[in-house]
T-cell receptor, first 111, second 115 residues
Framework: DAKTTQPTSMDCAEGRAANLPCNHSTISGNEYVYWYRQIHSQGPQYIIHGLKNNETNEMASLIITEDRKSSTLILPHATLRDTAVYYCIVRVENTGNQFYFGTGTSLTVIP | GAVVSQHPSWVICKSGTSVKIECRSLDFQATTMFWYRQFPKQSLMLMATSNEGSKATYEQGVEKDKFLINHASLTLSTLTVTSAHPEDSSFYIC???????????FGPGTRLTVL
């Protein structure tokens, strides 16, 4: 079962940073935080993941609080193509553990 | 990143017929593949996990005799919806994971419509 909670929807102005929060208060010490997004009628796309340190790649940044009970995905300069449902998932890496998707956050980037 | 394909991308069938959906990892060997179902305006629901060469593990509430999964090679898994009914109409998505890898790579999905 999903172990994360996210706001149902958010809006962001084009060109501005989009900050998507996720609560995972019951996360275990060996569980990573993964972020995926799903554009309408497509399969989910991997964005980023991390354990406890902040991470950055070409798509986004992931900020994890010191107690690891929450995190924020940051899209630095949102574009219209970033409109999608964003899912935050916690799981143990390098095992057969499955991904259980929550309801995600529907992000709408507004021109 | 790794590429996962699905075939067909959409299918329409009559009630009572069976439909097979293929999931392929194109540039890596997938020791584990996962099948999800997504109804309109809902999140992805995990149906089953399949490891190459062994029987699939189904999530609670998913009928294994209705949703047949075969993972005969490291690059191919198939999902067969047997005796499909209109309530099976959904978006079916597979994902694949390589040995030792944490990420799952998702296919583009297959839209099934049962008339």
């Amino acid at each position: 079962d999903a172990k994360t909670t996210q706001p149902t929807s958010m809006d962001c102005a084009e060109g501005r940073a989009a900050n998507l929060p996720c609560n995972h208060s019951t996360i275990s010490g060996n569980e990573y935080v993964y972020w995926y997004r799903q554009i309408h009628s497509q399969g989910p796309q991997y964005i980023i993941h991390g354990l406890k340190n902040n991470e950055t790649n070409e798509m986004a940044s992931l900020i994890i609080t010191e107690d690891r009970k929450s995190s924020t995905l940051i899209l630095p300069h949102a574009t219209l193509r970033d409109t999608a449902v964003y899912y935050c998932i916690v799981r143990v890496e390098n095992t057969g553990n499955q991904f259980y998707f929550g309801t995600g956050t529907s992000l709408t980037v507004i021109p | 990143g790794a590429v996962v394909s699905q075939h067909p991308s959409w299918v329409i069938c009559k009630s009572g017929t069976s439909v097979k959906i293929e999931c392929r990892s194109l540039d890596f060997q997938a020791t584990t593949m996962f099948w999800y179902r997504q109804f309109p305006k809902q999140s992805l629901m995990l149906m089953a996990t399949s490891n190459e060469g062994s029987k699939a593990t189904y999530e609670q509430g998913v009928e294994k005799d209705k949703f047949l999964i075969n993972h005969a090679s490291l690059t191919l898994s198939t999902l067969t919806v047997t005796s499909a009914h209109p309530e099976d109409s959904s978006f079916y998505i597979c994902s694949a994971r390589s040995a030792g890898g944490g990420e799952q790579f998702f296919g583009p999905g297959t839209r099934l419509t049962v008339l």
